[in-house]
């Protein structure tokens, strides 16, 4: 039996239809605001200049709130949250910003919504160096072993790839990076857009999302991202959510409905960022 909301769901959502609609035509002083907490310079996912998926995400909901929004911008390393979600605005009574839009779903340090996609890490590579026959880690350990140990291997540090490395025995050559560094400048997708792309890496596994972008950003294609499968004791996918403070009832429900309400155009905006997505998230059902 399909599964349909109860009439007072039914009721509420109207209601909310409503407040909405009121809140698009009131005068921009007084209509609410969506504060959005994100980093200032990490491409895919969000830039000051609103050039990333989550700028685009945020916006979407904004519009169809009728909110205005408003950025709070800090670099999403240690004290993220401590400057952001949980900082109030001084000589205010609201909070720099209510809304992280990007954390896995075991966050703790909010309240997660929904999740909004699941991806993979990526093994990236430059094409034409002798790897195009690689098309996840089985090949690469099928490799000649006189060609695997010259290979140079960027992974971040705790990545899930880092134990992966250690057990085939390549830890020496594993290039390690930083995930926090104290530099503003830099961000994530650097290992693909410079490090990689200029020969300082031969193999560089990151996070699916910064894969696939730099991947498709890369001129005339030249790198490509391997979308890595789950093994037995091997987890590298993830589902991604937004987060609220903890007892923000209200808003983690309105989140949760725009997730859900826009799954086509999330996804659609994902695609166009080169995000290498696994089977999206279902949303959860209500029964009558």
Wanted: hydrophobic share 45%.
């Amino acid at each position: 039996m399909r599964w349909i909301p109860a009439l007072s769901q039914v009721a509420m959502l109207a209601a909310a239809l409503v407040t909405t609609a009121q809140a698009a035509d009131a005068p921009a002083a007084t209509r609410p605001v969506l504060r959005v907490c994100q980093d200032p310079n990490n491409l895919p996912f969000s830039r000051r200049d609103l050039a990333g998926f989550e700028n685009r995400i945020a916006a979407l909901f904004a519009r169809q709130l009728g909110w205005d929004i408003e950025y709070t911008w800090y670099p999403q390393r240690m004290g993220f949250v401590r400057n952001t979600l949980r900082a109030k605005e001084p000589g205010a009574d609201h909070f720099k910003c209510d809304l992280i839009t990007g954390v896995a779903t075991g966050f703790d340090l909010g309240a997660t919504t929904h999740p909004y996609y699941r991806s993979t890490y990526t093994m990236a590579y430059v094409r034409g160096k002798g790897l195009d026959s690689v098309h996840g880690l089985d090949d690469l350990l099928a490799l000649d072993p006189a060609r695997r140990a010259t290979l140079r291997l960027g992974v971040f540090g705790g990545s899930p790839v880092t134990e992966w490395l250690l057990e085939h025995g390549l830890i020496g050559q594993m290039v390690s990076y930083s995930p926090q560094t104290g530099d503003p400048e830099q961000y994530p997708g650097e290992i693909v857009e410079k490090d990689l792309a200029e020969g300082r890496l031969d193999v560089a596994f990151v996070w699916g999302p910064i894969g696939g972008y730099f991947a498709r950003q890369s001129a005339g294609g030249r790198i490509v991202a391997v979308p890595l499968a789950p093994q037995p004791g091997l987890k590298v996918d993830f589902e991604i959510a937004m987060a609220v403070r903890f007892g923000d009832q209200a808003l983690k429900e309105r989140i949760d409905g725009l997730i859900d309400r826009n799954r086509d155009a999330i996804h659609a905006i994902l695609v166009d960022y080169g995000v290498p997505l696994l089977e999206a998230p279902a949303a959860p059902t209500v029964a009558r």
